[in-house]
């Protein structure tokens, strides 16, 4: 197993937001994370990409116990990162947006290698390469943001809400290009999506999230009708978090 989440607790001060959380993602895995908003997942992901600590619980990365772990610690074992909003640098150029991605690696010849490779999953960023990253459209930057992340070859991507106040035909562009950084690369992905037609296509498994814990667990493909999937949420929804907690796997 790549990623291992045991009995994971997070709090901001004193509000606890994940409560026991469990989940896994194996070598390769694209996993999805569904819940409403406020259900815990972003804070999850953070967790898991050290940039919050947990209060309680482990979190293995191949074997080793990452959980308290700084965030250069993770990027070296090859988990990166990239949360909601399109994190870019607004007043760089494409080009070096994506060296900055790339900035610890070995040498220069590395670093082009690499921006060759994101550039052939994103042809765009290839043709406006000179243009500043803050004259792109809200899909041109989730495109670089994600070029950024992709520039260390991560073993684990941890994807926050790639879909978020995107037209449909970026959104259905950016998830075939999810499948093929899965695909092509290898790389597993653990995938926040409110969409969830577009993240049952891409997803081999799917965990519900609700008031900070697990509701549900299921293979995708047991899930395409959506039914299940719709009903789970809505009790997440519905139940206080007291009442879930029989629920974790």
Do not use: W
């Amino acid at each position: 197993m790549l990623l291992q989440v045991d009995d994971v607790a997070v709090a901001y001060g004193d509000k606890q937001v994940v409560h026991g959380v469990s989940l896994a993602v194996d070598a390769g895995e694209v996993v999805a994370l569904i819940g409403h908003n406020g259900a815990g997942k972003s804070t999850l992901l953070k967790a898991i990409a050290g940039t919050l600590p947990p209060r309680r619980g482990r979190i293995l990365f191949d074997g080793a116990d990452v959980t308290r772990r700084s965030v250069l610690d993770h990027l070296d074992r090859g988990i990166c990162y990239s949360p909601q909003g399109a994190q870019v640098f607004p007043t760089l150029s494409i080009a070096d947006n994506l060296e900055l991605g790339g900035y610890t690696l070995r040498s220069e010849a590395e670093v082009r290698k690499q921006q060759e490779r994101i550039y052939e999953l994103f042809p765009i960023l290839f043709e406006r390469r000179r243009a500043s990253a803050g004259v792109l459209s809200g899909g041109e930057r989730r495109m670089l943001a994600m070029g950024i992340a992709l520039m260390r070859s991560p073993r684990l991507y941890l994807l926050d809400e790639p879909s978020g106040g995107l037209a449909p035909l970026y959104v259905e562009r950016l998830f075939g290009i999810i499948e093929q950084i899965n695909r092509d690369l290898g790389t597993a992905i653990l995938l926040v999506e409110e969409n969830l037609h577009q993240a049952l296509g891409v997803a081999r498994r799917v965990y519900v999230m609700g008031g900070g814990r697990i509701t549900l667990q299921r293979e995708a493909d047991s899930l395409q009708d959506e039914t299940e999937l719709r009903a789970a949420l809505s009790v997440a929804l519905e139940r206080p978090p007291t009442d879930m907690a029989a629920s974790n796997p």
